[in-house]
């Protein structure tokens, strides 16, 4: 079973979201995900300064086997994103929820992530999968 | 659930990933297929190819056979025991059933045909034998281990006895010998240096531990992949399949054409295409920058209303950039576009093969 972790909000689509202690909040894919994409070799990211939306595309993350485009849990202006990933995509599939973050938004409004399953709703939604 | 090779539990107790490969519950890696890639092309890796099949073909009248089956001629490895050569099979109207390798064993010859295509291969090869003296016998008891890459011919010598490590020496590349009822070859799927060893499935377990022991890497299906494409390889099903000429798919140079009294099955229909003129052929592409392009992403050439096709497609780990085979109009020139997710994209045209003895050819 993949690692889940509890304080995160999750999409079906297997990306996760971490409120962070300025307000902001981070955006990155699930071990799940990594697991099934194989080893990751490019990720796409949003312009530091450009917005996201939730429900569109904000990137993508390919792997040898595919590519997958990733979702924003929260609309708003991307203040920052992961450098490393650019030199070190493998760091995705290493450390998913920790070195291996995409971008960090300035949400417009914190309750879209109130649309979004917790640890144990996005369980549920894989447990059929793995 | 699929068939599973005498390796299945080894595999599943080393963490192995299991997929389905044409019916097959096969490792697709053990963790990185990018680790794995590169233990081949640095050092030794190796492969379960128990799958595939062998099909031994004694008799009177098995080189007359052969010679009719195959598009390649086994006169060209007449004399040379042990000797390998790689053909296409056709069917009458010049399309490729599959592709293989032939070893002369000096009296009887035996094939190595893919898994995916067995059932079809078999039936196709069985009704030509009728009319021939000659057996065919399919050698399912056998597993098949690959172990490529720079260390491996030294590493595997350690694990065996005196008589087979001086067999191994004596190996000449795309030669194999027999040793008990184990038969060693020095051919590969990797574009690197190594061996394929068919043995008794009762000894395959101790084997790929003793070769686990010794250091060599155990790879799975995707890094297969990867080492074959940067090697230039076709993969049937991609490349060729029963509706695609050998002559489109880079297998020109495998077509005996001498003599030209030998009659072998879709000769005429592939002579014709010759004379014609071949309107297309197999290309290598290079991506240069991030992406990765893949099989069936359509081709456009500039000046041509003709559009070509990727073959196959993947991130090379040793390049570190995007390389892919497609079937493309012959007049191409040095570049051509691909459509990558809606983006036309720009992209290099090499010729089919990229990375040789672990160096770039581009």
């Known amino acids: 079973m993949s690692e889940i972790r509890k304080e995160l909000k999750y999409l079906s689509s297997h990306e996760w979201a971490r409120?962070?202690?300025?307000?902001?909040?981070?955006?990155g894919i699930t071990d799940h995900a990594q697991e099934a994409l194989g080893d990751v070799v490019f990720v796409e990211v949003p312009e530091v300064g450009s917005?996201?939306?939730?429900?569109?595309?904000?990137?993508?993350?390919?792997?040898?086997?595919?590519?997958?485009?990733?979702?924003?849990?929260?609309s708003g202006e991307v203040i920052e994103v992961n450098e490393l990933l650019q030199d070190a995509p493998e760091t995705v599939n290493s450390s998913p929820y920790d070195d291996g973050w995409f971008f960090r938004v300035r949400p417009d409004d914190l309750d879209e992530l109130e649309n979004a399953l917790d640890a144990d709703d996005y369980r549920s939604a894989i447990e059929d999968e793995e | 659930m699929g068939h599973k090779t005498v390796l299945y539990s080894t595999h599943q107790a080393m963490g192995g990933k299991l997929v389905d490969f044409g019916g097959w519950d096969m490792p697709l890696h053990y963790g990185s297929q990018l680790e794995e890639h590169h233990k081949v092309r640095r050092a030794a890796g190796m492969f379960d190819v128990s799958h595939m099949t062998v099909v031994d073909v004694r008799g009177e009248e098995a080189k007359a056979y052969l010679q009719l089956l195959l598009a390649n001629d086994v006169s060209r490895i007449d004399n040379k025991f042990g000797k390998a050569l790689y053909s296409?099979?056709?069917?009458?109207q010049g399309g490729v059933i599959d592709?293989?390798?032939?070893?002369?064993?000096?009296?009887?010859?035996?094939t190595v045909v893919n898994c995916g295509t067995r059932e079809k291969d078999l039936a196709w090869m069985n009704s030509i034998a009728v009319d021939f003296k000659v057996e065919l016998q399919v050698r399912d008891d056998l597993a098949m281990i690959a172990v490529q890459g720079p260390d491996a011919i030294a590493l595997t010598k350690?694990?065996?006895?005196?008589?087979?490590?001086?067999?191994?020496?004596?190996?000449?590349?795309?030669?194999?010998g027999e040793s008990g009822e184990w038969f060693i070859a020095r051919t590969g799927y990797t574009g690197e240096d190594g061996l394929e060893i068919m043995l008794p499935?009762?000894?395959?377990?101790?084997?790929?531990?003793?070769?686990?022991?010794?250091?060599?890497?155990?790879c799975g299906l995707a890094a297969r992949d990867t080492l074959r494409l940067e090697a230039g390889m076709n993969l049937y099903g991609h490349e060729m399949d029963d509706n695609v000429s050998p002559l489109v798919a880079n297998m020109g140079w495998t077509i005996a054409w001498e003599p030209a009294q030998r009659n072998f099955i879709g000769r005429a229909v592939i002579e014709a295409e010759k004379a014609a003129g071949v309107q297309q052929k197999l290309v290598g592409l290079v991506l240069r920058e991030r992406g990765v392009l893949r099989a069936e992403q359509v081709v456009s050439v500039e000046g041509c209303d003709q559009q070509g096709v990727i073959t196959s497609g993947t991130f090379s780990p040793s390049l570190g950039y995007s390389i892919a085979l497609a079937r493309v109009?012959?007049?191409i020139g040095s570049h051509c576009q691909v459509n990558m997710r809606g983006k036309q994209v720009t992209v290099e045209v090499v010729k089919p093969g990229f990375v040789r003895n672990g160096k770039s050819m581009l």
């Open chain 1, 19 to 27: 409120l962070e202690e300025d307000g902001t909040v981070t955006i």
């Open chain 1, 51 to 74: 917005t996201v939306n939730v429900g569109e595309e904000a990137g993508v993350v390919e792997s040898v086997k595919a590519a997958s485009d990733i979702y924003s849990l929260v």
């Open chain 2, 88 to 92: 296409a099979m056709l069917n009458p």
């Open chain 2, 99 to 110: 592709d293989l390798i032939v070893y002369n064993m000096d009296g009887w010859y035996r």
């Open chain 2, 158 to 176: 350690q694990t065996l006895s005196k008589e087979r490590a001086e067999l191994i020496d004596s190996l000449a590349v795309f030669q194999g």
């Open chain 2, 201 to 218: 499935d009762t000894e395959a377990v101790a084997f790929w531990q003793a070769l686990v022991d010794i250091g060599v890497a155990v």
């Open chain 2, 329 to 331: 109009p012959a007049t």
